[in-house]
């Protein structure tokens, strides 16, 4: 089984290629800029043609939220246009595509967690480039599988349970925000997830796994909760910690608004795939200890 995986250095291409190392008979493929870029269609199709994949995991996306503000069309080129040509892509090898969304093309306004019935209604540049590329990937190729999750970390790239452990090793105390609610996701779960998706699209005839599914860590926080555990946690394994002072949204104003509550449920994908990912404090533990000690 080929696994095609597009954004090299991404936080859930880095994981997949982690966790397929622990199985037999996956080969796990990442490709990246510049030899595949979401801004350049014609790379795309050579990429993705080159490498023959069984399946393509589309990881990659413009992911710098209060960026996109300033340059909508870009973000509307790689996670919307670009999106849609890789699903293309695979459709004409005849092969499915797993593509990753997120949390941020709701609104944020419901006190409940939403469900793929949920109406979306993004209120930044990232969510409507995001939602767009669901559509077209949707449109583009019906064997496709699109999660979003939400609140992601890992010992890679860039992430918050980095930075606040970063911080902690320079300050006493950090502000975070405390009136936003989500799902704390690894995307190590994430990586697991997919691969649980793959095996059983591969083994199922039938085409009903095919849709959009939300899929994030069990359980919610604010990011106030999330940070005090990443201290706590840390300072259990002789890591970095810091006192974290509670603040309301208002006083970390950001160009892109953040969703109020953006819990997602993912009952629809643990109905489907008989699948869940662990309890967000469980899996955070792992990966503060992996972060504490790689550091110490
Ligand atoms: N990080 C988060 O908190 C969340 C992420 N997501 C979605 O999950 C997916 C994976 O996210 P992460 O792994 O955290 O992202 P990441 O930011 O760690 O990695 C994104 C990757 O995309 C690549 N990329 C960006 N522009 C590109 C282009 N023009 N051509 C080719 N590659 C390009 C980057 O080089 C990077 O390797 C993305 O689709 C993201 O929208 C969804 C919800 C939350």
Redesign the pocket.
Same mark, same amino acid.
């Given at each position: 089984m080929r696994i095609l995986v597009?954004?090299?250095?991404?936080? @859930?291409?880095?994981?997949l290629v982690a966790k397929a190392a622990q199985k037999a008979d996956i080969e796990i493929l990442c490709?990246?800029?510049p030899e595949?870029?979401?801004?350049?269609r014609q790379?795309i199709i050579d990429a993705v043609a080159e490498a023959e994949p069984d399946v393509i995991v #589309? %990881? %990659?996306? =413009?992911?710098?939220v209060d960026q996109a503000e300033d340059e909508p069309s870009?973000a509307f080129?790689?996670?919307a246009h670009?999106?849609e040509a890789v699903a293309s892509a695979a459709q004409r090898c005849g092969v499915p595509v797993v593509?990753? #969304?997120?949390? =941020?093309v709701f609104s944020g306004d419901s006190d409940e967690p939403y469900t793929e019935e949920d109406e979306p209604a993004p209120g930044c540049v /990232?969510g409507r480039s995001?939602l767009q590329?669901e559509k077209l990937v949707a449109a583009a190729n019906p064997k496709h599988v699109i999660?979003?999750?939400?609140? @992601? /970390?890992?010992p890679?790239?860039?992430?918050?349970v980095k930075t606040m452990l970063g911080l902690a090793g320079q300050r006493e105390s950090i502000s975070v925000v405390a009136d936003q609610i989500g799902n704390p996701?690894s %995307?190590l779960d994430?990586a697991d997830a997919i691969l649980c998706v793959i095996d059983r699209m591969g083994a199922a005839q039938e085409a009903d796994l095919y849709g959009l599914y939300h899929l994030a860590g069990t359980g919610d926080a604010s990011w106030s909760t999330f940070a005090q555990t990443i201290f706590s946690t840390s300072r259990e394994c002789g890591g970095p910690t810091a006192r974290v002072i509670d603040i309301p949204s208002d006083d970390f104003p950001t160009k892109a608004r953040r969703p109020p509550n953006s819990r997602l449920s993912s009952l629809k994908f643990e109905r489907n795939f008989g699948y869940s990912l662990p309890h967000w404090r469980l899996s955070l533990a792992e990966v503060v200890q992996q972060l504490v000690r790689s550091t110490g």
């Open positions: 597009t954004g090299r250095d991404g936080q @859930v291409a880095r994981s490709i990246g800029r595949f870029d979401l801004a350049q790379t #589309s %990881a %990659a996306a =413009y992911t710098a870009l080129e790689i996670n670009g999106a593509h990753l #969304s997120t949390d =941020y /990232y995001k590329g999660l979003r999750t939400a609140w @992601v /970390y890992s890679f790239g860039k992430n918050f996701t %995307a994430i």
